[in-house]
């Protein structure tokens, strides 16, 4: 089973970047489809993005597209979220996830993936 730590994260303002890493140890990165989503506070999980196995695929969620990007190092066995021109509304909790499965990006953005890291705090300010 893989364990997942997330880091990046902290105080930034508006139209600020920030980039996140996930730290994957316990098994092989490229075994798994990697995944980020986020919780801001009172909402519901939302997903961000998802980069597939090879890293050929990603996928976003339209509120993020075109200024997220997701990408991974096998080798350092890390996935990166780098985010750019922040908003208030990218305030959360930020979560790296992982699956074995290799769906399609759309998939993950309906059913979330087996294994979670516990989460790294993201504050836009203006």
């Known amino acids: 089973q893989v364990q997942l730590v997330e880091s990046g994260g902290g105080s930034v303002q508006v139209g600020g970047s920030l980039r996140l890493s996930c730290a994957a140890s316990g098994r092989a990165l490229s075994n798994y489809a990697m995944g980020w989503y986020r919780q801001a506070p009172g909402k519901g999980r939302q997903f961000i993005a998802v980069?597939?196995?090879?890293?050929?695929?990603?996928y976003f969620a339209d509120s993020v597209k075109g200024r997220f990007i997701i990408s991974r190092d096998d080798a350092k066995n890390t996935v990166y979220l780098q985010m750019n021109s922040l908003k208030p509304e990218d305030t959360a909790v930020y979560y790296c996830?992982?699956?074995?499965?290799?769906?399609?990006?759309?998939?993950?953005?309906?059913?979330?993936?087996?294994?979670w890291g516990k989460g790294t705090l993201v504050t836009v300010s203006a």
């Open positions: 980069i597939s196995k090879s890293g050929g695929r990603t």
């Open positions: 996830a992982a699956d074995l499965r290799d769906k399609d990006g759309s998939y993950f953005s309906t059913w979330p993936m087996d294994y």
